[in-house]
């Protein structure tokens, strides 16, 4: 049985063209985060979307993240 726990960190930015608040509303839907969280994104730092998630749960939420209107260097 594998025990590995995932981290889910965020650093990214908004494809040009695409709405910020939207995209953040989009988030704050998927993570269910607070307002630190929000002020560090308006300001483009990297944020913990999740902690210590199984690798399914991980998995389900970067897919999830790749299809909003977000890039990222990693």
């Known amino acids: 049985m594998n025990s590995t726990r995932f981290n889910l ?6 494809e ?8 953040h ?3 704050e ?8 969280i ?7 730092q990297a944020v ?3 902690k ?6 991980a998995d389900s ?3 999830a993240l790749a299809c909003l209107l977000y890039t990222s260097d990693a």
Do not use: V
Not at 29 to 36: C, I, T
């Open 9 to 14: 960190i965020f650093e990214g930015e908004i």
């Open 61 to 63: 939420f970067k897919q």
């Open 29 to 36: 839907r998927l993570f269910e985060f607070d307002a630190k």
């Open 52 to 57: 210590s998630m199984d690798a399914a749960t």
């Open 25 to 27: 509303r989009t988030l």
């Open 16 to 23: 040009p063209g695409y709405d910020q608040e939207e995209a």
């Open 38 to 44: 929000r002020a560090d994104l308006d300001n483009g």
């Open 48 to 50: 913990m979307l999740g």
